[in-house]
């Protein structure tokens, strides 16, 4: 059997879905291999660069034709041509990892549907995700098999498309290993970079989904009430952005490394992920994988991911969130407590992604 995903989240700077993608591909051949399922796994990008994607585990290729994902898109959107196999050669499963699932000849389709945001909060995506709302309701039509990172966005999709509970199949992200050994950054580092020793962390961007703005002025609001309340880091891509340093206790990281970011994780008082939608929230799982609190945004799929192991606030309420703050603040931060998040946190493995995702495969195509 010959298996194809799309790589394109790999190429360039990696998002969310770039780490999934890239941890999903990784974690395939031992799956496979488990499963005792003779199987070739290859990968194809749609992208004008045709820029190789690095870092494949062993045995796994890539493969495909220099093709503009935009023109391509837009043939998908006309109609059924052109056939992945005219791109990319025989396959027998081609899995679209990023909401789109080209129209094939014999192949049998997944397409991983992160969340609903297209369709839920229209006016924060671009021009180019909003095309899913024609490429999705296309796939699905051909039949096509729907992975999601959570129950909840699994009831979301089925309810929104009308789809039987057998066309949506659940398979939770995973946490790296590192992550439940990663240990603060030096305070050093920190200096260097003009961090202070004590914080709060935001990992994410400017997307208004994940309500920065509210957090920095619950953060700015808690500060009125309590001076001694830590400082407010950004990391990400919000931490690149140089009009939010302005603000009075607010802090930019600058890029960081993976190995750089799971320290200042680690060395966070706490983590806060405000957002108002997500379709995992895999900075809160990271961050109770490194032992730290986690202040998470009141809504569905947070819970699914963080459990009882978050203080939860409502996001759209920034008294609420600076409340929230204060809470997470006070939470004990002893032994048992970092080992019960930690304990939650090894729950979710990029392998039992992989076996899931697996199972779908051999579904489909049998």
Do not use: C
């Amino acid at each position: 059997m010959r298996i194809t995903l799309d790589a394109t989240p790999l190429v360039g700077v990696r998002t969310g879905i770039g780490r999934y993608v890239e941890h999903l591909v990784a974690a395939l051949p031992g799956a496979l291999e488990r499963r005792d399922v003779d199987a070739e796994v290859v990968v194809s990008t749609w992208t004008a660069r045709g820029g190789a994607v690095e870092g494949l585990p062993p045995g796994v290729v890539q493969t495909g034709r220099r093709v503009p994902a935009r023109l391509v898109r837009s043939l998908w959107r006309r109609g059924g041509w052109p056939p992945v196999e005219l791109l990319i050669g025989r396959t027998d499963v081609f899995h679209g990892t990023n909401f789109v699932s080209p129209p094939t000849r014999r192949a049998r389709e997944v397409v991983t549907v992160h969340d609903l945001t297209y369709e839920r909060h229209a006016a924060t995506v671009d021009a180019a995700s909003l095309l899913y709302r024609e490429l999705v309701p296309r796939a699905l039509a051909r039949g096509a098999q729907v992975v999601t990172p959570t129950e909840v966005v699994a009831a979301d999709v089925r309810e929104h498309y009308g789809l039987p509970p057998h066309q949506v199949t659940v398979t939770p992200l995973g946490v790296e290993e590192a992550w439940f050994n990663a240990t603060p950054a030096p305070a050093a580092w920190l200096a260097q970079r003009g961090l202070p020793g004590e914080y709060v962390l935001f990992v994410g961007s400017l997307d208004p989904r994940k309500n920065l703005r509210r957090l920095l002025d619950a953060h700015a609001l808690l500060r009125t009430r309590d001076p001694d309340v830590p400082d407010l880091v950004l990391a990400g891509p919000a931490g690149r952005e140089r009009d939010l340093a302005d603000r009075p206790g607010v802090h930019l990281t600058g890029w960081l490394s993976d190995t750089e970011l799971r320290g200042v994780v680690a060395g966070a008082r706490a983590l806060a992920l405000p957002s108002l939608d997500e379709g995992f929230g895999l900075p809160a799982l990271e961050s109770l994988a490194a032992g730290r609190h986690v202040l998470a945004a009141d809504i569905a799929v947070l819970h699914e991911v963080a459990g009882t192991l978050a203080v939860y606030a409502e996001p759209l309420d920034v008294d609420g969130l600076a409340d929230g703050l204060a809470e997470v603040l006070a939470v004990p931060d002893g032994a048992p407590a970092r080992a019960a998040r930690q304990a939650w946190a090894r729950g979710f493995t990029w392998a039992r992604t992989a076996e899931r995702t697996v199972d779908v495969y051999l579904d489909v195509a049998s």
